[in-house]
């Protein structure tokens, strides 16, 4: 396995332009090109290397998946995007057909890599290709709820007038409509949230955590309904995720993770946050979390459940 060679499957908006953000990133001597419609592939391939005399070298290139024998990372955006008014749930039925297709081509050609999965409904489908693949838990996991602790991180600062890289919070459980925010943790600058805030001036609390979570959870919606689809922030995401994988960094990330007995739950993927490197996922320490907000985490679980019923795994 070359950790340095990636496959991204799925070249629609979400696929693009992350193979455009690992470009940029330095991280990769390859990135490898696979879609449905080849023509597209070999177009966003031809588009990204005039980008080259620029950049760190990488070869980039439209393939197929026997192409995918020497990838250390394969990167799957495949599916049915979010439309209006869909909810990230509406889009699961196509998208595990989807998956019952793409994921025994990966599997044929490539034993041994890391599958990362971006498609939505992201914890479902982790769910179904952790199942489809037959590969070990620890190398197949979800971009998660990264994107949505960006999102929770980026508001805060706004609020509270600070670098973004100084707010330290994530969301966890589904990335959809049941997530939540893991207050209890929440620092700025290692200073407790809740103490930044009064420290700001801000003292109502309960009712200011509801709005800016409502923020969160509608983000996509809100983006969706102005410009029909959401890329750029999960391209970042994805590269955040690749850049632990890739230098072994061993960072703390919310992604999609099989859980097994971590906060009382089990059977399936949700996203909480888990250790990142070279061989994928490590640890999944149980954050503290209040009562309230486990409870939340349970009910979100629960929602994934009855999905994962529904789709008969």
């Known amino acids: 396995m070359d950790i340095r060679k990636a496959a991204i499957i799925g070249c629609g908006m979400v696929g693009s332009t992350t193979a455009f953000a690992l470009m940029e990133s330095g991280l990769f001597t390859d990135l490898i090109l696979i879609d449905v419609d080849r023509d597209r592939a070999i177009g966003e391939a031809m588009d990204l290397s005039h980008c080259l005399p620029y950049v760190k070298p990488v070869d980039i290139r439209a393939g197929d998946y026997p192409d995918l024998a020497a990838c250390g990372i394969i ?3 495949a599916g049915v995007p979010q439309k209006e008014g869909e909810t990230r749930l509406d889009c699961i039925a196509k998208n595990v057909e989807v998956f019952k297709t793409v994921i025994p081509k990966i599997t044929q050609y490539n034993t041994h890599g890391l599958l990362l ?4 409904p992201v914890d479902i489908l982790s769910y179904a290709t952790y199942r489809l693949s037959g590969f070990d838990k620890a190398r ?6 990264v994107l949505d602790s960006a999102r929770l991180r980026f508001i805060l600062s706004r609020r509270l007038n600070v670098a973004p890289s100084s707010v330290h919070a994530v969301i966890i459980g589904e990335h959809g409509d049941s997530e939540l925010a893991a207050w209890s943790g929440a620092t700025v600058g290692g ?15 309960a009712e200011n955590r509801q709005k800016i979570e409502s923020l969160v959870k509608n983000s996509a919606y809100d ?4 410009k029909r689809a959401t890329y750029y922030g999960i391209a970042v995401a994805t590269r955040r995720i690749c850049e632990s994988i890739v230098r072994d960094e061993r960072a703390i990330l919310p992604v999609s993770t099989l859980v097994d007995g971590h906060y009382g739950l089990d059977g399936l993927y949700i996203s909480v946050p888990a250790l990142v490197g ?16 486990l409870s939340a985490l349970k009910s979100s679980a629960e929602t994934l459940k009855s999905v994962i019923k529904q789709i008969g795994f």
Request: proline share 2%; glycine share 14%.
């Open 140 to 145: 197949v996991f979800g971009s998660g709820t």
């Open 223 to 226: 983006i969706i309904e102005r």
């Open 75 to 77: 990167i799957i955006t």
């Open 117 to 120: 999965v971006v498609s939505n």
């Open 278 to 293: 070279a061989d994928g996922i490590g640890d999944v320490p149980d954050v503290v979390l209040s009562d309230g907000e």
């Open 191 to 205: 200073v407790a949230l809740g103490d930044y805030c009064t420290y700001k001036g801000y003292t109502r609390h």
